[in-house]
């Protein structure tokens, strides 16, 4: 069993820049891959950034890619989602996923077998 717990949602205006963290248990951790996803009100989970195992060929989806960074940090159990140049449309909970049976990357929700709770970012003026 997997427990994600996601931290760092808050409501900044657009340009800001926001740092989401996402601590996981479990001994494994350098072994999962690791993805973060949003979900708007009335929109379905959409793919925003995946990390593989071995940190390298970070994956984005065209919506942030050149703004949002993902990292990880194996020895913290955590992963980041660092977001710059914020924009209203980037407003959604996100939410941290664990991938524990699959090296490579994935882009679809069911690609993840653990979820956290997920963190609100608000992005308004």
């Known amino acids: 069993q997997v427990q994600l717990v996601e931290s760092g949602g808050r409501l900044v205006q657009p340009g800001d820049s926001l740092r989401l963290s996402c601590t996981a248990s479990?001994?494994?951790?350098?072994?999962?891959?690791l993805g973060w996803f949003r979900q708007a009100p009335g929109k379905e989970r959409e793919f925003v950034a995946a990390?593989?195992?071995?940190?390298?060929?970070?994956h984005y989806a065209d919506s942030v890619k050149g703004r949002f960074t993902i990292s990880r940090d194996n020895a913290k159990n955590t992963v980041y989602l660092q977001m710059s140049s914020l924009k209203p449309e980037d407003t959604a909970v996100y939410y941290c996923?664990?991938?524990?049976?699959?090296?490579?990357?994935?882009?679809?929700?069911?690609?993840?077998?653990?979820w956290g709770q997920g963190t609100q970012v608000t992005v308004s003026s």
């Open positions: 996923a664990a991938d524990t049976r699959r090296p490579w990357v994935g882009d679809v929700p069911g690609a993840y077998d653990y």
């Open positions: 990390v593989s195992r071995g940190a390298g060929n970070p």
């Open positions: 479990g001994r494994t951790f350098s072994t999962y891959t």
